[in-house]
């Protein structure tokens, strides 16, 4: 049985076993969004991506606390 679905298994498996990770060239920071040239506007964009990332729920959840829901609508 192994014999005979060795070469469909190899067909659909060869170009996985030869991109492994699914980008060629393998550099660390190929597939960022972002130059890692400069090490200023790395710091810079990531503390950004970090500050927006991390702290929007936050404020999101401040947001509907605060909010004064107890009012009749105006009709």
């Known amino acids: 049985m192994w014999p005979t679905l060795r ?3 190899g067909k659909f498996s060869g170009p996985l076993m030869r991109y492994g990770s699914g980008y060629p ?3 660390p920071g190929a597939n960022l969004p972002f130059g890692l040239d400069s090490p200023m506007r790395f ?3 990531y503390l950004i991506a ?3 990332g991390f702290g929007a ?3 999101v959840i401040r947001h ?3 909010r004064n829901v107890t009012e009749d609508p105006k009709d």
């Open 7 to 9: 070469k469909p298994i």
């Open 25 to 27: 060239g393998g550099s």
């Open 57 to 59: 729920p936050f404020l």
């Open 50 to 52: 970090g500050v927006v």
């Open 43 to 45: 710091t810079l964009f």
């Open 64 to 66: 509907q606390m605060l």
